[in-house]
């Protein structure tokens, strides 16, 4: 089933199309990868979706609807921007979501926080920057959407917290739901995607089933990645 | 597991599960774990892992029993089918690789012969 369909999206800053009539389908069930360099548009393709951006142009559906407040009952979205307030701690965040989303499930959200060695009483103002990226994961994994949205979730994240975050995505992917991730790092995501989204400079250039591509091309997603944006 | 990213996942997943089959860690008739936890062992996403078990059933290396999971075929010949198959990939891989570098196959012998004392 299809959770998330673009029509023609096109978003514009002045002159610049930073995503260029884009026809992206998300069906339930799959996790893709939102694949491209820095600025080719991945982040505005999101927040569109999201309904913080306005589209310039196209249109959106969400669960068969067009996008509107409603939409975020179903999407969970995780943005690079830091969003939680100073003062609160980690246990706060958790309450805070709860009474956001109707979906929110708190033992998720405790399991989370432990499997990324964080505690409830500490103070995000203290957090390094690691740690920030790791409550930004567990506050929106937690939550039971039908569409989740991760940008760059392996930011300024190191290789032992990295694969905590990999195996959280892991058991969160069910039949009934669907999970776009955007990243340049290609080879820490490779093994858990099951299609890959390329865009440049605002445009889908390549999408498909990862084991396909591997099986028909004998290639890699970083070598194709390579071959593509080299 | 470290993966080959330039081999599909699925199948080096299912030679890493023949060989734990050839050297006796799962034997016939065992339970192999359900898709989610084979995922989280492997660090693979779930639809991978489901097509590793379809994949292994027209290999005809498993069954499912409906409502009970997944179980390695009960069948001795077959983990022998299994280990010739392994052991002729690991024989050509060696022979393509000296043959390669310009040895001759009683050449070949004799080193595999030196080996032995």
Redesign the interface.
């Known amino acids: 089933m299809e959770y998330v369909a673009t029509h023609n999206l096109t978003k514009r800053f002045s002159q610049n199309r930073a995503v260029d009539d884009a026809n992206i389908c998300l069906e339930s069930g799959k996790v893709y990868g939102l694949l491209g360099p820095n600025g080719s548009g991945k982040s505005t393709f999101m927040k569109m979706v999201a309904g913080l951006f306005h589209p310039s142009k196209g249109r959106i559906e969400v669960m068969g609807d067009p996008l509107s407040y409603r939409s975020k009952e179903y999407v969970s979205f995780m943005t690079t921007e830091q969003f939680f307030y100073d003062y609160m701690t980690v246990g706060m965040v958790g309450r805070f979501f709860r009474d956001f989303y109707r979906d929110f499930d708190e033992t998720a959200y405790q399991n989370l926080v432990g499997e990324m060695q964080l505690h409830m009483d500490m103070k995000i103002r203290s957090l390094s920057s690691g740690m920030a990226a790791k409550l930004k994961i567990a506050a929106t994994m937690a939550r039971d959407a039908k569409v989740f949205m991760l940008d760059e979730p392996l930011n300024g994240i190191d290789l032992v917290a990295r694969d905590a975050i990999l195996s959280a995505i892991i058991r969160k992917a069910n039949p009934d739901n669907c999970i776009l991730i955007s990243s340049h790092l290609i080879d820490a995501m490779e093994n858990i995607l099951d299609e890959v989204i390329f865009i440049q400079e605002g445009q889908v250039v390549i999408c498909g089933n990862a084991e396909n591509i591997r099986e028909s091309r004998g290639k890699s997603i970083v070598d194709l990645y390579k071959e593509v944006f080299i | 597991m470290q993966?080959n990213?330039?081999?599909?996942?699925?199948l080096q997943v299912i030679d890493d599960i023949k060989k734990r089959i050839v050297t006796g860690k799962i034997r016939p008739g065992d339970k192999l774990p359900s898709t989610?936890t084979l995922?989280?062992e492997?660090?693979?996403?779930?639809?991978?892992a489901a097509?590793i078990y379809k994949e292994m059933e027209t290999m005809e290396l498993c069954h499912t029993k409906r409502g009970l999971g997944t179980y390695v075929n009960e069948s001795e010949e077959m983990v022998t089918e299994i280990k010739k198959a392994m052991a002729d990939k690991y024989l050509n891989r060696f022979m393509d690789e000296m043959l390669g570098l310009g040895y001759s196959i009683d050449e070949l012998i004799g080193f595999i012969e030196r080996r032995r004392g």
């Not at chain 2, 990213?5 to 699925?10: A, K, L």
């Not at chain 2, 492997?42 to 991978?48: F, K, L, M, V």
């Open positions: 993966f990213t330039r081999e599909p996942i699925y989610r995922s989280e492997y660090g693979i996403n779930a639809n991978t097509r």
